[in-house]
């Protein structure tokens, strides 16, 4: 059925959000079968989502190689593209979730400018905050793939 969904997500144009998930799993884990153990589901089904997210794209993502499955070029350059994207989406939904109140305010800002975060945001975040009736502000800089930097006022 999780399937079915997906196929009709790329028939209605609907951005197949859990094949692109498959993807960046089976980028960073090196394989369709450890992507499997890592998304909790079966080779078949990684590998359908494969499927589902080629005829979207309308390019080949991986190609077999006897028993190995490798990422093309252009499914290695997609997963890279929409890695970081990805993890951010979990990363603030996460940190949203963990630190909701029914009162609390709270502004996720993301920048991969980290000049504009340490020149102009962070120096501000205190005063934006008092000044906006303690709104929570975090702050995510990506400086590169693997550091992230936190700031909650």
């Known amino acids: 059925m999780f399937i079915l969904a997906s196929q009709q997500a790329a028939q209605d144009d609907e951005v197949p959000l859990n094949a692109i998930r498959a993807l960046v799993t089976v980028a ?9 153990t890592a998304l909790g589901t079966t080779q078949s089904s990684v590998s359908r989502y494969l499927s589902v997210l080629r005829d979207y794209l309308g390019a080949d ?5 006897g028993r ?39 502004i ?17 975040l205190q005063a934006f905050s008092a000044e ?12 590169c793939r693997h550091l992230r930097m936190i700031l909650i006022f």
């Open 108 to 124: 996720v800002v993301r920048t991969s400018l980290s000049t504009f975060a340490f020149s102009l945001l962070i120096p501000n």
């Open 28 to 36: 960073g884990e090196g394989s369709v079968t450890r992507a499997a």
């Open 68 to 106: 190995r499955s490798d990422l093309t070029d252009f499914g290695r350059l997609f997963a890279n593209a929409v890695s970081e994207s990805l993890e951010t989406v979990g990363f603030t939904a996460k940190r949203m979730r963990r630190r909701a109140d029914a009162g609390t305010n709270r």
């Open 61 to 65: 993502l991986n190609e077999r190689r």
């Open 132 to 143: 906006a009736g303690g709104v929570i502000v975090d702050v995510v800089s990506s400086l």
